[in-house]
Every structure is written in structure tokens, then in C-alpha cells.
Nanobody, 118 residues
Framework: QLQLVESGGGLAQAGGSLRLSCTASERTFSPYVMGWFRQVPGQVREFISDINWETGSTRYGNSVKGRFTISRDSAKNTVYLQMNSLKPEDTAVYLC???????????WGQGIQVTVSS
């Protein structure tokens, strides 16, 4: 069964940087889009960014535009989220997800904690 495994989270200071990675367990996995979301307890899951696996086109949520960058390495079946200029309000569990064309997100990682101290 396909698994998405996130890594790279942890603790950062405000203004600092972290890079998250998400790797699919199956080499044959060929998503249409891979995305990043974040979840804070008691709040709605927030869209952060996504990337078209074939074209590389990207989208970002307003709260992270200009600070976060999504990228992919198809050969490694990995999507990255470079997070710069971190703010305490970026503290959340970050989840990567994948979807196929014309489908909703159906593949999810287990989530990884990012904590930004002021």
C-alpha cells in the first residue's frame, strides 16, 4: 500500500528556515498533483502549496506566498517544501498529500510537527 512519509520538521526560531520532504513508498506512484497542508488543533486544515507533477506549475496559499517554495524530484519520488522567514503562526502539523487527475486528495502522509518559537 502506498505510503507518503514526511521528514524534516522540528523546531525553528522566528525568521529561520526548515525544509520538509515527502517521499512516496512506491516508485510507480505517478501523481497528478502533490500538495502540502497544515493542521492546527481546533482549526480547519489549511492549504499551503501544491505542484503539478508533470509540468511543475505551483500554487501557494496567501499566508505563505513569498516565504515557502514547493519543488519536486521525480527521480526520487519526493516533494519538498522549503520554508523561509518562519513565523510563530506557522506552527502546525504539516501533511503532504497526493492526488490523481480529476480526483480529490486521497493519499496522505502521517504529518510532521513544525514549531516556530518567537
Amino acid at each position: 500500500q502506498l505510503q507518503l512519509v514526511e521528514s524534516g520538521g522540528g523546531l525553528a526560531q522566528a525568521g529561520g528556515s526548515l525544509r520538509l520532504s515527502c517521499t512516496a513508498s512506491e516508485r510507480t506512484f505517478s501523481p497528478y498533483v502533490m500538495g502540502w497542508f497544515r493542521q492546527v488543533p481546533g482549526q480547519v486544515r489549511e492549504f499551503i502549496s501544491d505542484i503539478n507533477w508533470e509540468t511543475g506549475s505551483t500554487r501557494y496559499g496567501n499566508s505563505v506566498k513569498g516565504r515557502f517554495t514547493i519543488s519536486r524530484d521525480s527521480a526520487k519520488n519526493t516533494v519538498y517544501l522549503q520554508m523561509n522567514s518562519l513565523k510563530p503562526e506557522d506552527t502546525a502539523v504539516y501533511l503532504c498529500a497526493g492526488r490523481l487527475r480529476l480526483r480529490t486528495y486521497e493519499y496522505w502522509g502521517q504529518g510532521i510537527q513544525v514549531t516556530v518559537s518567537s
